[in-house]
């Protein structure tokens, strides 16, 4: 097996489960050494109250192949992201070669209700459990890969250049995923000068933990849920928009993608990687068509 990224450091914040934990798997199949930061621990769970923790992805990194670390960080508090820093650069002599900005955590605050009628206090939280996390992680992490003159910056975002134009159904979700969006957008001025690509990056309708569970499924049955949701059938695995990451990150003409708004997807027909079943979902194209476009009743093999 190939490993490309034998002695890069990536940082995957937000990893605890998820897509996160996907991106950061992947990562450490191909060689890296990944640092897995979030709240819950084997210690202590955040306001979440999921049962994953970042030992666990640091453990699975492992078993891939990488090197994982796991680092508590709440990344909501800048002291914190200090810290973090400062591990980095102690333990690696400065070098971080990828940051992948995976903060999220506001589901629990959203409601899919008009805005007025929205809770204004949880649509603000989210706001800013979304949005001042990345803010914060790229104000304190991009001196390092600045300083380097090289690396890999990749914000995780809902939603790419295919359907951005789409109200998601919640204007505090809408404005925080487009806000991500636009700055793996910005990010590319500010980035290039130095030698740093910056983009943006979406799963498709992504098979997490929770999202599992929510359709009483596992991993093994996970087709018994299209029977609920039909919309089921295009989903994908957490490693899919993993590997999305691993490619990019191994590319060295990846600064073609920059500021561009991407999706696993579309990296799959790109760089040839599948899911884990050997399928290419693109959930992107499909939701485009079959959903916000004409094609009610197009079938699903023809996406994946």
């Not at 508090?77 to 690696?92: F, G, W």
């Not at 900005?101 to 589901?107: A, F, I, Q, R, S």
């Not at 989210?126 to 300083?147: F, Q």
Request: proline fraction near 4%; hydrophobic fraction near 40%; charged fraction near 25%.
């Amino acid at each position: 097996m190939q490993r490309p990224l034998v002695g890069q450091v990536a940082l995957v914040t937000g990893g605890t489960r998820g897509a996160g934990r996907g991106m950061a798997v992947e990562l450490g199949a191909a060689g890296a050494t990944v640092y897995v930061t979030g709240r819950t621990t084997r210690e202590s769970r955040s306001p979440i109250g999921r049962p994953e923790t970042i030992e666990d992805t640091a453990d699975l990194v492992n078993e891939a192949g990488g090197q994982g670390i796991a680092v508590r960080c709440d990344h909501m508090v800048p002291d914190d992201v200090s810290a973090l820093v400062k591990q980095i650069e102690d333990e690696q002599g400065g070098r971080l070669d990828v940051l992948v900005d995976d903060t999220w955590g506001g589901d629990q605050w959203i409601e899919w209700k008009p805005l007025w009628e929205h809770d204004l206090d949880n649509g603000l939280r989210a706001l800013r459990n979304g949005l001042e996390t990345h803010l914060i992680t790229l104000h304190t992490v991009l001196p390092m890969l600045v300083r380097n003159k090289r690396g890999l910056v990749i914000e995780v975002t809902d939603g790419d250049d295919l359907f951005n134009d789409r109200y998601r159904g919640s204007m505090f979700f809408d404005m925080v995923k487009v806000a991500i969006t636009r700055l793996g957008k910005m990010l590319k001025d500010e980035l290039e000068p130095h030698g740093v690509t910056s983009l943006s990056l979406t799963p498709g309708f992504l098979r997490s933990e929770e999202m599992l569970e929510h359709f009483g499924v596992t991993e093994d049955n996970w087709r018994d849920a299209i029977a609920t949701d039909r919309w089921f059938a295009i989903s994908e695995t957490p490693r899919y928009i993993g590997r999305a990451v691993a490619a990019l990150a191994a590319d060295p003409g990846r600064s073609r993608w920059s500021g561009r708004s991407l999706s696993s997807g579309v990296l799959a027909k790109h760089y040839g990687f599948t899911d884990l079943d050997g399928s290419q979902p693109e959930a992107s194209r499909f939701f485009a068509d079959a959903y916000f476009g004409d094609k009610k009743n197009a079938d699903v093999a023809d996406y994946r």
